[in-house]
């Protein structure tokens, strides 16, 4: 099983509408959790940390669930601009590595 | 403004010709990382460092090696390099091992 697992989508939204991506993790000792947003061909970008009790960030919520490993971003209001690749990122412990685990990636493409 | 640069941002070589990466971050940080990330893999951590004279392999390290003579650099080699190798490259720095990473632009490389 992979550390971090996202569905890579595309999700693909008309402006204006709502989504929402899960991420699911396998380390149940993970300590940190991170959405970054990452453009074609560029670096990722970190959107928000995830904090336990739920954390909100203008149109960005994201939300913590500990007891089913898994960690979830909502997106309301949907701009053409959100359009890009979102990682999942974990902290992990494997084989002594300590060292943050990025997923994937899920895809969003928002259209007009 | 602090940040994190790499060079070059494009690279064309050889198979068998050493090549060495650039690294360069004026956060202070102590730890630094390198990924390398190419379709369907998502972010993969090739070497990383929790500080100057420490280094750790990563998950896909075989190939490349790292130094860390001082904060600010960790210069990522590529010992002879392979086609499997064509890639990009990002690196990264944190303030501490589970806090948020801030990445460099990245180099791409192309091994022919």
Request: charged fraction near 20%; include cysteine; hydrophobic fraction near 30%.
């Amino acid at each position: 099983r992979k550390e971090v697992e996202q569905d890579p989508g595309p999700f693909n939204v008309p402006e204006g509408a709502t989504v929402a991506f899960n991420c699911t993790y396998s380390n149940s000792a993970s300590q940190s959790f991170f959405w970054y947003r990452q453009d074609c061909r560029k670096e990722p970008k970190l959107l928000m940390s995830v904090y336990s009790s739920g954390n909100e960030d203008g149109r960005f919520t994201a939300q913590l669930n500990r007891a089913s490993q898994y960690i979830s971003l909502l997106i309301r209001d949907s701009k053409l601009s959100d359009s890009a690749t979102y990682l999942c990122v974990v902290n992990g412990w494997d084989t002594g590595r300590r060292a943050l685990t990025f997923g994937s990636g899920t895809r969003l493409q928002v259209q007009p | 403004d602090a940040e994190i640069t790499q060079s070059p941002r494009h690279k064309i070589t050889e198979t068998g010709r050493q090549v060495t990466l650039a690294c360069h971050q004026t956060w202070n940080h102590n730890n630094m990382f390198w990924y390398r990330q190419d379709l369907g893999h998502g972010l993969r951590l090739i070497h990383y460092s929790y500080g100057v004279q420490d280094t750790n392999k990563g998950e896909v390290s075989d190939g490349y090696s790292v130094s860390r003579s001082n904060t600010e650099d960790l210069p990522l080699t590529l010992e002879s390099a392979a086609s499997s190798q064509t890639s990009v490259y990002f690196c990264a720095s944190s303030e501490g091992v589970y806090y948020e990473q801030y990445f460099g632009p990245g180099t791409r490389l192309t091994v022919t």
